[in-house]
């Protein structure tokens, strides 16, 4: 291949200097920005380096350990707080069955109590009724009593006119069906 000639347009002194001002003026705000970055990663390096070094001091060791042990004892605060959670809810379950029964029993027992009030009322009832008949029986005995000894006495009679009747058979057969007569009349009343 031939050599080629490069033909170059003629440029003016003034867009030379111009461009290469521009060129310089790149070249130092290009070294600028490398020199800042350039500080910027050693102040980053610097800082990393006393990061490091602190982060790996006795002192932040020893902060290291107290999370641990402190996020420990909070876990296992947690569980037992848990645990005392659910025996509270076991307990409250245990107070609702126990109000529960406590209600049954109150209702049982207030049925007892009218029931025990009602039989109460009924003794004192037939107690009164007891008295009365007691009395009765009691009135009865006396009239039965005293129509024993008026029997006694009619039978005396009785005798008595036998003995001066003629005909005894006669009056005692008489007689007989009166008393009884007599003592049923006196008996029905008090029935």
């Known amino acids: 291949m031939a050599p080629t000639l490069f033909h170059y347009i003629p440029v003016p002194m003034d867009d030379f200097l111009k461009h290469e001002r521009k060129e310089r003026c790149k070249l130092l705000v290009g070294t600028g920005v490398v020199v800042v970055l350039v500080i910027l990663a050693v102040a980053l ?25 402190c996020r420990n004892v ?4 947690e569980q037992e707080l848990t645990r005392a959670q659910d025996g509270f809810r076991d307990a409250e379950a245990q107070v609702a069955t126990c109000n529960q029964t406590v209600m049954t029993l109150m209702a049982s027992l207030d049925k007892e109590k009218a029931h025990s009030l009602d039989a109460e009322k009924k003794v004192e009832e037939l107690e009164g009724e007891i008295t009365t008949l007691n009395q009765k029986l009691q009135d009865a005995s006396m009239e039965v009593e005293r129509l024993r000894r008026k029997n006694q006495d009619l039978n005396a009679r009785i005798a008595d006119q036998k003995d001066s009747a003629s005909s005894p058979k006669d009056t005692s057969s008489a007689a007989a069906p009166l008393l009884l ?8 009343p008090l029935l």
């Open 45 to 69: 390096g610097v800082f990393l380096i006393i990061y490091v070094k602190k982060a790996n001091s006795e002192a932040c060791q020893e902060g290291h350990r107290a999370v641990t042990e």
């Open 74 to 77: 909070t876990h296992l605060l």
């Open 181 to 188: 007569i007599l003592l049923l009349g006196l008996g029905a």
